[in-house]
């Protein structure tokens, strides 16, 4: 898939990951790689951006396995950024699908 | 690549974060690899996941706003010049209150601006004030020179004439003392038809205002009159009207009249207290 679309959708896929329950950094990275092919190393620089602008409140929680983990929760300001994110995307995708065909048709 | 080298690379090339932050990303990617570990990849299988450290790394900064390039070129002991977002919101806040400050402060000078006009007119009123006081006292002090003057003079004469007894002198003040005396009286003469004509003039002015007033009165009768009428359906809107602008003119002129006669009774009582000291 092209990098650049992954690159936009990406953060849609992590906050709706996320909004379905609160996972750790792994956990989110095998999510979201079910859902599209990417790099893992990305995911983490996005979580962080994602945390500094306040839509992620990170905690850490002991695991059984290794050392504590960090999990990432959606806060109500990551709810809205969400909210705002898939209007956007399901607008795109409909003004994109609608020029295709017409393209097509004509 | 093995994971100490992948942590010491990352680590040398995001060196200008934080040392907190630089931890914390280090510290998941570790994390990330243990547990690639353990679900059975080899170490350089899952660092191989994550594609070149230099393209990481740039990605890791741009999160943070900061320049890869710059981080290239501050590699090492750099200058911790990253921006997180919370970072510029402190920024955004330090601005706003730079605003407030300033708006506060232009309030500020613009009441002290109104302070310092109103003292400085309430000053230059003062001054005014003041001056035509000074006026004032120097003119009564004048008068008071002039009389003193006056009785210096008539004093030097009738010693001179004591003292030095000569038949011309004696003429030559005795005919000096006649024209003053003659002088004197002109004076008082011409004092007196000044007074009477201001006199005149300021009755002949009061009539005239007071004329003017009754007739404003009568005509503002006239004037409630029409306007009943006008009320009742009488065709009187244009005499109404001229009944009015009268009424106005008159109430004008009479107004002139006792401002000016108010005004002139300042210098009256001044001329009355002029003739009463010459006297």
Redesign the interface.
Known sequence: MNAQFKKGVLELIVLESVRQKDMY??EL?EEVSKVVDV????I??????LT???YFETYLREST???P??YYHLTAAGVLYRDSLEAEWSQLTEQVGRFLKECRNG | MDKKTFIAELERSLSVLQEEELRDIVGEYEQHIDMKVQSGLTEEEAIADFGSVKELTAEILEAYHVRADFASAAEGKAEKKWELPFAKSGKTKDAAAQQTKERLTTIKQRITGWLKRAGAWFLGAMKLWDTQEMREKILHRDEAKHTDEFSYEGKAGNVARSETHGCFTSVQRAAEQCTAVLMEILRFCWRGALWCVRIGWNLCWIGFSCFCGAMGLFCLFGLGTLVVLLTQGYPLAGVTIGCLGLNLCLFSIAGLGMTLLWKKKKKEIETVQEVKADA
């Open positions: 950094g792994y990275v790099n893992e190393g990305t983490y620089p996005l979580l962080k951006r500094n602008e306040h396995e290794g050392p983990r960090k």
